[in-house]
């Protein structure tokens, strides 16, 4: 199990998405990614992505972490 | 690693979103090589989605020029290009649509002596014609060559697409082996078209192609649509592969499924 950090500060939705969603293509299931978004939209919309796709995702404050799940 | 830029995850972040699609989707489209037969009514639109979603390379064949009477359905040409070729024309739009797809056109004719020569690197054909004569050609050609092949077709305020996999789903010769005489059935020109029911046909060819070339979503293979544009409906009608089928025959081993 790996674990990755991923700064998409200043990237506007859905490009941050974008960037996390090919980020979570190269790991396995298991593998937990962090990710580091503005706050607003992007802390409010990419954690419901990533939930909509399955994953385990844990939000504190700015800093979202995905668990992959398939 | 991904190969895709960030200018590409820019440009095609709305097609990356889909759950249904990834980057490994899009990194196939990049790869990929698509060749279109006809740059008309229906080819305008299936280039410039093709174009436009990031396939990394577009040939198109047409061997007429830009008329005036094609410009209402025809939106890949302008009315200063009534004169020119239509490979060439559509080509010129193409580049600067989307500078990253390398755009080969061929102005030529397609027939029985050159389309395997002009369809054998393509990954997926899409056939955009207007002739029987053209789309039995295209149909063999792929089949021998074990290229699947999105046909399609508009007559009035009708029309039909099919996606076909030699070897593994019917053909076009296996859903409709009769082939018509020269002359027996109107040509578009004879028949008249309106061009938003190209638009539809073109766009759900297009559609196709990218199923079949990503494998994102399955096509519609073993059946085609037939689409009525005076209501809107759409009928899918099964079909199968025909054992006897002259073009199947000729599929490669190495493509056929059993």
């Known amino acids: ?70 | 690693m991904s190969p895709l830029s960030d200018s590409d995850l820019e440009r095609y972040s709305r097609q990356l979103v889909l759950p249904e699609w990834s980057g490994a989707a899009q990194a196939r489209l990049k790869e990929a090589s698509v060749m279109v037969v006809g740059a008309g009514a229906l080819g305008s639109p299936v280039l410039q989605y093709l174009t436009g979603a990031g396939v990394g390379r577009v040939g198109v064949v047409d061997e007429d020029t830009v008329e005036l009477s094609n410009l209402p359905r025809q939106p890949l040409h302008f009315t200063p290009d009534v004169g020119a070729n239509k490979a060439e024309s559509a080509a010129a739009k193409l580049g600067l649509m989307n500078t990253e797809t390398i755009v080969e056109p061929y102005p030529a004719r397609l027939g029985r002596m050159n389309a395997e020569a002009m369809l054998m690197n393509a990954d997926v054909v899409v056939d955009c014609s207007d002739s029987f004569t053209t789309r039995y050609t295209v149909n063999d050609t792929c089949c021998a060559l074990g290229t699947p092949l999105v046909e399609g077709g508009v007559l009035g305020f009708e029309g039909l697409v099919m996606a076909i996999k030699p070897g593994e789903s019917a053909c076009y010769r296996c859903a409709f082996p009769v082939e018509p005489e020269e002359g027996t059935v109107p040509s578009c020109r004879e028949a008249g078209v309106l061009g938003p029911v190209a638009g539809i046909v073109g766009s759900m060819q297009a559609l196709e192609a990218l199923k079949l070339l990503t494998g994102a979503v399955p096509p519609l293979l073993d059946k085609f649509v037939q689409v009525d544009a005076r209501t809107l409906e759409h009928t899918i009608v099964s079909t199968s592969r025909r054992p006897d089928c002259e073009a199947c025959a000729r599929v490669p081993a190495a493509t056929q499924s059993h």
């Open chain 1, 1 to 70: 199990m790996t674990s990755q950090t991923l700064d998409l500060t200043g990237v506007v939705c859905p490009l941050n998405w974008v960037k996390a969603k090919l980020a979570l293509e190269e790991l396995d299931q298991g593998d937990q990614l962090t990710l580091l978004l503005d706050p607003g939209e992007p802390v409010e919309s990419v954690p419901q992505s990533a939930r909509e796709d399955g994953h385990d995702v844990t939000v504190e404050g700015t800093r979202v972490t995905i668990v992959k799940q398939r």
